[in-house]
């Protein structure tokens, strides 16, 4: 019998899936398993998926069929978010032949139903959910400047439009003991930034301690340049916090804050607990204690009921706020999702399109704007990467805003941090040259 032990991740979605795939890692080899880094060489691919619009399930399930093609002989496995959703219907694609799933709370499981279908070629899946935070295991990290550490999983927000209550399950915190001793291996590791993850990342809580008081733990550690956190809900989010972003240096003046709709009626129907009036608050609260705050948000238009003044309700609340940059996404029907059981998606595919273009067009037109408030002055370069897709000679890394700047590469060395004077500016991207 043929030895099967090459294993080929590829991973889909969000950052939590990016460091869910370092934690799979990590447990399969300790199993014995080897990662590769190309799919020709792995006997066992396993797809880490996304399931929170239907393009991401869609295209997921393109994969499969490409992998399939190539390979009648691979163990194909689901794992993530489609697995704990959709494995029924995929398990109906005769023509996929998924040998495994396995969900967000399953990966203990995982080389254990991979030995499984190695041994008796028998389909098998664990999909249940458990409440699993995975404190007990430290991810096989990627080599970088920037280390991914998630704090807590799931939600329990219920946005009537959102699978990932269904998908990833309620919500609960690692210990922060547990949290401590990763950032105390991240520094360790010599990784400079640490970006902290959860689906509503400032609703951490162990006994007493909240979000606030974790961060300001981690930020004591002056090996820690630069702590980073997404995605905090606007209903939990406290002064408090945006006060100890002002103290402190190494916590980035950087807010990824979800508007999701920027009319109170469709924020009702989505179950968002604010007000348009609540987030303009909110806004102007966090502006008047960081000016130069960088933000940026997520938007879904087309909701089921969106009229055009609503969407145009969106507009105004994006011209006021004028986000750096945002993420615009077109209403997709989850299933068992409250909007899906409620609600007809009765805005048509063509108005979304029109809608999605026109707001996307004028988001360009802001981050632009706001890109050149930031040209001839001074900023600090963290490196991330010492070439650039166009040229060797470049090399680019990101400001306290998480802004990419292109810089003409000095002999730098990932994790370095450079002063940099801004030239010029696009929609996307920094150029600087040294000081
Ligand atoms: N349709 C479109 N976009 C969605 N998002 C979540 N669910 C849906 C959906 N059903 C978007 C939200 C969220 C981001 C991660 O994905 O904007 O903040
Ligand atoms: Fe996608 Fe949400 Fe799952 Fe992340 S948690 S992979 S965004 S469905």
Known sequence: MKVMK?????TYGCQMNEYDSELVKALL???GFVIVADNKKADIIILNTCAVRDSAVRKVS???????????????GVIGCIASAYKTELYKIKDFKIDFFVGPDNYKKLAQVIKKVIISNEKSDETEQLLETYEDVFPVRKK?????????RGCNNYCTYCI????????????????????EQIIEQGYKQVYLLGQNVNSYVDNKQNFVDLIKTISNYQQIKRIRFTSPHPKDLSMSLIELM?????????????????STNILEKMNRTYTQEDYLALIKNIKSIIPDIVLSTDIIIGFPGETKKDYEETIKVMKEVMFDSAYIFKYS?????LAA??????????EKKARITKLNEMQKEISLLKNMEAVDKVQEVMIESISTKKSVHDCYGRNQGNKLIVIPNNNYVIGDEIKVKIWQASANTLRGMPV
């Open 6 to 10: 090459k294993i080929y991740i590829e």
């Open 29 to 31: 080899q300790k199993n």
């Open 62 to 76: 393109g994969r499969i069929a490409r992998l399939r093609y190539l390979n009648k002989n691979y163990i194909i």
């Open 144 to 152: 970088g400047a920037s280390a991914w550490l998630t704090i807590m």
């Open 164 to 183: 990932v209550p269904y998908s990833r399950g309620p919500e609960r915190s690692k210990s922060f003991k547990s949290i401590i001793n990763e950032v």
């Open 246 to 262: 002002a103290q402190k240096s190494n916590i980035c003046s950087q807010l990824h804050l979800p508007l999701q709709s920027g």
């Open 333 to 337: 029907v989850r299933p068992k999702t």
């Open 341 to 350: 059981k409620k609600y007809k998606d009765n805005v048509s595919e063509k």
